[in-house]
Protein backbone atom coordinates (compact mmCIF):
# COMPACT_ATOMS: atom_id res chain seq x y z
CA UNK A 1 0.00 0.00 0.00
CA UNK A 2 1.24 3.37 -1.06
CA UNK A 3 0.39 6.25 0.56
CA UNK A 4 1.88 10.03 0.43
CA UNK A 5 1.70 11.69 3.86
CA UNK A 6 0.69 15.58 4.05
CA UNK A 7 3.84 17.76 4.68
CA UNK A 8 2.88 20.39 6.56
CA UNK A 9 0.97 21.19 9.71
CA UNK A 10 -1.81 22.31 7.97
CA UNK A 11 -1.92 19.66 5.49
CA UNK A 12 -2.02 17.20 8.19
CA UNK A 13 -4.50 18.94 10.13
CA UNK A 14 -6.88 19.02 7.06
CA UNK A 15 -6.47 15.71 6.41
CA UNK A 16 -7.30 14.47 9.42
CA UNK A 17 -10.87 16.55 9.40
CA UNK A 18 -11.53 14.99 5.79
CA UNK A 19 -10.83 11.82 6.17
CA UNK A 20 -12.98 9.16 7.39
CA UNK A 21 -12.36 7.65 10.72
CA UNK A 22 -11.19 4.07 9.63
CA UNK A 23 -9.04 5.86 7.26
CA UNK A 24 -7.35 7.70 10.32
CA UNK A 25 -7.48 4.54 12.55
CA UNK A 26 -5.83 2.50 10.17
CA UNK A 27 -3.22 5.09 9.90
CA UNK A 28 -2.63 5.65 13.31
CA UNK A 29 -2.01 1.72 13.47
CA UNK A 30 0.29 1.40 10.57
CA UNK A 31 2.43 4.04 12.67
CA UNK A 32 1.84 2.01 16.08
CA UNK A 33 3.23 -0.97 13.87
CA UNK A 34 5.96 0.51 12.50
CA UNK A 35 7.27 2.17 15.62
CA UNK A 36 7.25 -1.05 17.85
CA UNK A 37 9.07 -2.51 14.79
CA UNK A 38 6.80 -5.05 14.35
CA UNK A 39 5.96 -6.60 10.38
CA UNK A 40 2.76 -4.91 8.45
CA UNK A 41 0.41 -7.87 7.63
CA UNK A 42 0.50 -6.85 4.24
CA UNK A 43 4.00 -7.77 3.68
CA UNK A 44 3.99 -11.36 5.63
CA UNK A 45 4.36 -14.47 3.95
CA UNK A 46 3.50 -18.02 4.00
CA UNK A 47 6.20 -19.81 6.26
CA UNK A 48 7.67 -16.77 7.76
CA UNK A 49 7.96 -16.45 11.90
CA UNK A 50 6.51 -12.71 12.03
CA UNK A 51 6.01 -10.73 15.09
CA UNK A 52 2.42 -8.38 14.16
CA UNK A 53 0.05 -5.92 16.07
CA UNK A 54 -2.55 -4.29 16.12
CA UNK A 55 -6.47 -3.96 17.76
CA UNK A 56 -8.37 -7.20 18.29
CA UNK A 57 -11.36 -6.32 15.91
CA UNK A 58 -13.49 -9.72 16.61
CA UNK A 59 -12.89 -13.04 18.70
CA UNK A 60 -15.19 -15.51 18.00
CA UNK A 61 -15.39 -19.20 19.85
CA UNK A 62 -15.37 -22.05 17.19
CA UNK A 63 -17.01 -25.39 18.69
CA UNK A 64 -15.56 -28.00 16.40
CA UNK A 65 -15.84 -32.31 16.41
CA UNK A 66 -12.61 -32.46 17.05
CA UNK A 67 -10.78 -29.52 19.02
CA UNK A 68 -12.52 -26.31 19.97
CA UNK A 69 -10.79 -23.28 19.05
CA UNK A 70 -10.48 -19.43 19.94
CA UNK A 71 -10.17 -16.88 16.71
CA UNK A 72 -9.47 -13.67 16.85
CA UNK A 73 -8.85 -11.34 14.04
CA UNK A 74 -6.29 -8.70 14.44
CA UNK A 75 -6.11 -5.54 12.10
CA UNK A 76 -3.27 -3.58 11.85
CA UNK A 77 -3.71 -1.14 9.29
CA UNK A 78 -2.22 -2.70 6.30
CA UNK A 79 -4.31 -6.34 6.99
CA UNK A 80 -5.60 -8.93 8.61
CA UNK A 81 -4.99 -11.91 10.15
CA UNK A 82 -6.71 -14.59 12.50
CA UNK A 83 -4.67 -15.94 15.16
CA UNK A 84 -6.08 -19.48 16.40
CA UNK A 85 -5.82 -20.64 19.63
CA UNK A 86 -6.31 -25.00 19.13
CA UNK A 87 -8.46 -26.35 22.18
CA UNK A 88 -9.27 -23.25 23.70
CA UNK A 89 -12.45 -21.60 24.77
CA UNK A 90 -11.44 -18.76 26.23
CA UNK A 91 -8.65 -16.47 26.87
CA UNK A 92 -8.77 -13.94 29.40
CA UNK A 93 -8.18 -10.06 27.82
CA UNK A 94 -8.67 -12.04 24.21
CA UNK A 95 -12.04 -9.39 23.45
CA UNK A 96 -12.71 -7.03 20.63
CA UNK A 97 -11.16 -3.77 21.02
CA UNK A 98 -7.81 -5.04 22.60
CA UNK A 99 -4.36 -4.14 21.59
CA UNK A 100 -2.23 -7.27 21.25
CA UNK A 101 1.29 -7.98 19.49
CA UNK A 102 1.27 -11.45 18.19
CA UNK A 103 4.63 -14.10 17.04
CA UNK A 104 4.25 -16.95 15.30
CA UNK A 105 4.52 -18.42 12.00
CA UNK A 106 2.28 -17.17 8.74
CA UNK A 107 0.27 -19.49 7.32
CA UNK A 108 -2.95 -19.42 5.20
CA UNK A 109 -5.82 -21.88 5.22
CA UNK A 110 -9.08 -21.88 3.17
CA UNK A 111 -8.02 -18.49 2.05
CA UNK A 112 -7.57 -16.57 4.75
CA UNK A 113 -4.39 -15.39 6.52
CA UNK A 114 -3.86 -16.97 9.91
CA UNK A 115 -1.26 -18.02 12.92
CA UNK A 116 -1.60 -20.89 14.59
CA UNK A 117 -0.90 -20.79 18.68
CA UNK A 118 0.81 -17.82 18.56
CA UNK A 119 2.56 -16.18 21.71
CA UNK A 120 1.09 -12.97 22.47
CA UNK A 121 1.24 -9.82 24.78
CA UNK A 122 -2.11 -7.74 25.24
CA UNK A 123 -1.05 -4.20 24.97
CA UNK A 124 -3.28 -1.39 27.16
CA UNK A 125 -6.94 -0.96 24.87
Same mark, same amino acid.
Request: charged letters at 15%.
Given at each position: ? !??TRPA???SRTIHRITADDQAIDAQELRAGSA???CDRVS???KGEVVTVTGRLKSVVY !???ETVPTLEAELFD?????T???LGRRRIPGIEPGRSLTARG???AFDGRQVIYNPWYELGAG
Open positions: M !TEGWWSAGACR !TPRGSGSVLVWRFA
